[in-house]
């Protein structure tokens, strides 16, 4: 078991140190404000290398791209290029200024494409909860003149190759709706207004609104103490519809926002690394 214990450790060891990691990248700047990623990668691979844009959670409201760190580091151990990114939370933007960020994490990546040596043909994104929600909207708006901030390498695509969400909301309208109060305190507040005054911002601030034939390949993750499923009837369904193909993974005993808990953590990356590879 020592030796065990041992051989795993210098493979972990080992693991990190074919890393390479620069941090605190400005990848987008809003008057004042610069937004930040860290960026992952093997120091020894061949380029260009596949990219994948990491989108925190907590709701629009909080959380942080460290939580992230662990899965920016696995999926860069697997050979791709992975930026972890911040973005405005709620109390600095409102709805679309998440949704923009993203969108401008994925530009800048393509306009530095060759000094990062990323494939700018082959990017694609993974968020979990309020994450997932935003880089499904990223994913469903290209071209949407609603959602481009006109500068931050506004000549250069945001669009995605395929992205992952897990645990996340994609009908904002059913979700207010199905709730008890017919109110959801971050709605609330990222939306600036309830359901009742401003209906159609719920309705704007929905992937499944903005799915159509050109939206890329969705892989949906739930925990199995998580609503498996649940969330996702009417989004797949139009996603067949539309023929764009879409799967569903259930990760056995995980709750909600356990992707980077050690014990589920190795699972949920396994399953993003098989669609990711199937998707670019």
């Known amino acids: 078991?020592?030796?065990l214990a041992l051989f795993a450790s210098n493979l972990a060891i080992s693991a990190e140190e074919e890393i390479k990691t620069i941090g605190?990248?400005?990848y987008a700047k809003y008057e004042e404000q610069e937004l930040k990623l860290d960026l992952h990668r093997l120091k020894k691979r061949a380029r260009p290398l596949p990219c994948i844009v990491t989108v925190h959670g907590g709701g629009w409201l909080g959380g942080s791209r460290k939580s992230w760190e662990k899965i920016a580091r696995d999926l860069a151990l697997e050979g791709f290029v992975v930026a972890n990114i911040s973005y405005r939370l709620a109390e600095e933007a409102k709805f679309p200024g998440a949704v923009l960020d993203c969108k401008a994490a994925v530009r800048w990546l393509r306009a530095n494409h060759?000094?990062?040596g990323i494939d700018p043909n082959r990017i694609a994104g993974v968020g979990g909860s309020a994450g997932g929600h935003l880089i499904a909207m990223a994913a469903t708006t290209v071209g949407n003149p609603d959602f481009k901030d006109g500068k931050n390498n506004s000549e250069e695509s945001d669009a995605l190759s395929s992205i992952v969400i897990m645990g996340s909301g994609v009908d904002q309208v059913s979700r207010?709706?199905?709730?008890k109060s017919?109110?959801?305190a971050?709605?609330?507040i990222f939306f600036g207004a309830e359901y009742h005054e401003n209906p159609e911002i719920y309705k704007e601030a929905s992937p499944i609104t903005h799915l159509s034939k050109s939206t890329p390949p969705i892989l949906m993750m739930d925990g199995e103490k998580d609503k498996p499923g649940q969330r996702y009837g009417d989004f797949r369904k139009k996603l067949d519809s539309l023929g764009v193909k879409n799967e569903f993974v259930m990760i056995p005993r995980a709750a909600h926002g356990e992707w980077g808990k050690e014990a589920y953590r190795p699972l949920f990356v396994k399953e993003?690394?098989?669609f990711f590879r199937s998707n670019f």
Do not use: A, P, R, Y
């Not at 207010?176 to 709730?179: A, G, I, P, R, Y």
């Open 24 to 26: 605190d990248l400005t």
């Open 114 to 116: 060759e000094k990062l």
């Open 176 to 179: 207010v709706l199905e709730s």
């Open 186 to 188: 971050n709605c609330v």
């Open 272 to 274: 993003m690394v098989k």
């Open 182 to 184: 017919k109110s959801i």
């Open 1 to 3: 078991m020592i030796l």
